[in-house]
Structures are given as C-alpha cells and as structure tokens.
DNA sequence: GGAAATCTGCCCACGCAAAT
DNA sequence: ATTTGCGTGGGCAGATTTCC
C-alpha cells in the first residue's frame, strides 16, 4: 500500500496551486470590468453574472478530519462563468470523468478518431457572422453524422465499411486579433482494426506546424462534404467529385490508452497564447457567439451520455486508506481554512477529494 | 415531359446543458 | 434546485434532381 501513499505528493493541492487561485481572482477583475462595460453598452442586465464572477472562488468548503489531520479541500463557490479560468478547469475534469468511462467501454469495441474538422476565418468583431458561421457547422455535422449513420445517403457512396456508430463533438474558438478560428475536435467511433490508408496529398498537406502528410480517401471525402454542406450546396456523388478540394480536416486513430489525452485536447480552453490578454472586443464577440451554444455533443450512440454510476463509496474507500497511511507515518499533516491562511502553511499537505477521485481512476 | 430517386426542411417529444 | 431552451433521432412531405 505505499504505491497510494506515494500518490499524495502528486496529488497534493500545493500552495502554487492555491496562488493561481488567487491570481485568478485578478484576472477575473478584468472580466468583471468587460461585463460592466457590455451592461452599460448594450443596455442589459448582468447583475446576477457580475455578482457571480464577484463571489467566484471566495468561499471555501473543506472537510475537517481532526484526528487525522487533514483537511479535505471539498469544494468553493463557483461562478460558471464560461470566461473564468478556474470554471473552465473545473468543467473539464468534471466533462473527463463524465466521458473517458465511457469512451473506455466503447474502445472494448471500436477504434476511436481524433477528428479535427474546420472551416475558414471568420474575419472582424461582427458576432452575427460568427454566429451564423457556427450554427452552419452544427448543421453541417448533424448531416455528416447522418450520412454515416446512415439516416440519409448520398447515392453511390455508402460509409457502410466504416461501421461508424456515434461520436462527440466539441467546438472551439481560437482567435488572432479581429480573425476568429472556429473548429471542430471530435472522436468518431468506428470498425475495430480500420485501417485508412494515407495515400493522397493535397494544399492541406504542408503545413509549418506538422510538415507534410498525406490523407487517407476517407479525409478527403470528410474535407468535401464539410465543405459542401458548410457552404450550403448540395452533397452528391458529381458535386464531390466536381470540387477539387475541401476544406482543412483530418482523421487520425487514436492510440490505445490515450483516448483521454485527446478529450482532454478537445476540450482544451480556447487560444493559450491570448489567454492573459483578450480584448474587450474577442470578450464581446465570444460572448454573444457562444451565449446558449453546447460546446459538446454526442451523436449516434454516444447520445444522451451522462455519468451513471455513483463513485462516492469508491472515494470513501480509498480515502480511508490514505488516512490510514498517514496515521501510521505519523506525518505531519495540517491545514488551514482559507486561502490566504493556506499560503502561509508551506508545510502542510491539503489533498482534495476530488483530486484522489481522478487520479486514481487514471491509474 | 414524367416518373423515380433522393435531397431538404420541418415537426415532434425528449433529455440534457445552460441559465437563473 | 428549478426553469428554459437547444439539438437530437426519426419520420414524413414536398422540392429538386436525375434518368429515360
């Protein structure tokens, strides 16, 4: 049982940890203003949002386990904000635990595609296009998605061999200045042991990032009819075989065992690089381009996913382990209630429920 | 021109995500 | 915790294209 005592040093809320918290809270400040400033442009009431994003993170849940001195850092007050980055964090791991135990079970029967589907910049701080840019995709992946299934067909192309039966999308939008990039990751679920040939070279093909590579039959078949039904026109067997190329996406297997790395780069948050500088413009743009918008979905068989099973006695468990451990070290172990008191105590291990839950299951 | 093929739009109930 | 509303699968009707 050491093997669950060493896993504490990784799964230790470390003061760094609780500094980005905090540090958050700044740049949350800056969201706030943006907030303020939209209610005041645009004539609309933000209070119940603004006094969110104010309380995000300022109260602090802990359970106290007084003889084993530890305390558990359960949970704070969260804002959802989908611009707030401890939310966003939040809701990842929340969407990994709510996903990979499916996506595992699926891999017992089929391969599964890291698929990467885009479309042209959309150029400017005009929402409405980005607005209709996006709504097109989601109409355009609902088709895709029925070609495969099979619900509608194309004459004189069957997607039969590829046995696909469901996928997950997830939208995403980088941005440059006034050019916003708005893209699909998905993973398809198909044939067990298909194998896509990469034979075919295109423009797509060179890029500075990854080099060269060639596409399979099946991506190019996936760039056209994205690019057809993206642009509106009709998806027939001449109107494919017409268009000389489609737009920029790929299809590549996902490796075993790492079919939780992609979901976790699938619901990555949007553009890195700007992330400690967005403009009052990307802020307004994004927010009436992504206000009521599902960043994912699961289609086909992958519809309607949600988590089952209950994993509290799980966690109950394997905590009492790790408090049994420690009770034997005798380890010096002690934490205090809020964060500015917990970055004052360098030496003291604060371990999170939830952070043993999802470490633990990656094991 | 007319029939057959097949594509598109629209509708529904439902279940979940987002909003409050 | 509860309400609102988005987007699905599935099915049908009507539009459009294809083929003779």
Redesign the pocket.
């Known amino acids: 049982m050491i093997k669950i005592f060493e896993l504490l040093k990784d799964i230790q809320v470390t003061n760094d940890f609780i500094k980005d918290v905090i540090n958050n809270n700044g740049y949350n400040s800056i969201i706030l203003d943006y907030y303020k400033r939209l209610e005041e442009e645009e004539h609309i009431d933000l209070t ?2 603004i006094n ?1 994003i104010d309380d995000c993170n300022s109260i602090w849940t802990l359970d106290k386990y007084e003889l084993q001195k530890i305390k558990d850092f359960k949970k704070t007050n969260l804002c ?1 904000d ?1 611009f707030c980055n401890n939310c966003k964090k939040v ?1 990842q791991a929340s969407r990994l635990s ?1 996903f990979v135990p499916q996506l595992k079970k699926l891999e017992e029967e089929f391969d599964l595609f890291h698929v990467t589907l885009t479309v042209p910049n959309v150029e400017g701080h005009d929402y409405n296009k980005l607005i209709k840019t996006i ?1 097109t995709m ?2 355009s ?3 895709l ?2 070609y495969l ?1 099979d ?6 192309i069957s997607f039969k061999k590829y046995f696909y039966v ?1 996928s997950i999308r997830s939208l995403e939008v980088t941005y440059k200045n006034d050019s916003y990039h708005p893209h699909l990751h998905c993973i398809f679920a198909m044939k067990k042991g298909l194998k896509l040939s990469k034979r075919f070279k295109n423009t797509y093909s060179y890029s500075k990032k990854n080099g060269t590579r060639s596409f399979s039959s099946f991506e190019i078949l996936i760039q056209k009819i994205w690019r057809l039904t993206n642009e ?8 494919i075989d017409d268009l000389e190329i489609g737009y920029s996406c790929s299809v590549d297997k996902i490796e075993d065992e790492h079919y939780f790395e992609v979901f976790k780069y699938m619901t990555k948050s949007n553009s890195d690089d700007e992330e400690d500088f967005m403009s009052y413009d990307n802020f307004k743009v994004l927010y009436y381009s ?11 068989i992958l ?4 988590e089952k099973e209950n994993y509290e006695e799980e966690v109950d468990y394997l905590y009492n382990k790790i408090i049994d451990e420690l009770k034997e070290k005798e380890l010096p172990i002690e934490v205090m209630e809020a964060p500015e008191d917990l970055l004052k105590q360098n030496d003291y291990l604060i371990i999170s429920r939830k952070k043993v839950f999802s470490y633990l299951r990656q094991l």
Do not use: A, C, W
């Open positions: 119940n949002k969110s959802k989908k809701k709510q709504k989601f109409k992946y609902r088709k998605n029925h299934m619900i509608e067909s194309i004459k004189d469901g509106g026109k009709k998806v027939t067997k001449k109107s992504l206000k009521s918008v599902r960043q994912i979905q699961g289609y086909g519809y309607n996913l949600k």
